[in-house]
């Protein structure tokens, strides 16, 4: 008997974290569907500022190239609970994601938004790598992003 209320008190312990994951889950698919908007660009690492909520920070590039001339959506537009993890305005733009390691000024920066990720070029160490962009909703990393942005 008293190893049966263990059991059922574990059963639905179980069934409430498979629940809840399960909702997250379909939460970000909806949340990272925004993305899929064709959004493209290649530029210049000019200026890196990182927040203290582990690596987030926010990445400023002069551009080379972008598909598009402005994307500078709000949080009302499509994406409710969070913003989109990139802005641009005419050359410039901010990229809000994980800071990858060694990265610096003058470093080349690849985008797509449709593929979720982009792409690193260390200049120094002539090293490539990739990292991943999502829907920024952390309320901290959207603070930061409000506090620390280059567009007013």
């Known amino acids: 008997m008293k190893y049966l209320r263990f059991f059922i ?6 069934t409430i974290v498979i629940f809840l994951k399960k909702t997250g889950a379909k939460e970000d698919i909806r ?15 000019t200026n890196i500022k990182q927040s203290r909520n582990h690596a987030f920070g926010i990445i400023q590039l002069r551009l080379t190239h972008s598909s598009v001339k402005e994307f500078n959506k709000s949080l009302n537009d499509t994406v409710k609970n969070g913003i989109y993890p990139y802005r641009i305005e005419g050359s410039l733009a901010e990229l ?10 003058g470093d080349s920066v690849r985008l797509k938004s449709c593929e979720k990720n982009s ?11 990739e990292g991943y962009i999502w829907v920024v909703a952390n309320s901290t990393d959207i603070d930061f992003v409000k506090e620390n942005t280059m567009f007013k």
């Not at 008190?9 to 179980?14: L, P, S, T």
């Open 96 to 105: 809000y994601t994980i800071i990858p390691g060694g990265i610096n000024e």
């Open 119 to 129: 792409h690193y070029y260390n200049v120094q160490t002539k090293q490539s790598s």
């Open 31 to 45: 949340l990272n569907n925004v993305l899929n908007n064709n959004v493209e660009l290649n530029g210049y690492v």
């Open 9 to 14: 008190v574990f059963i639905v312990f179980a």
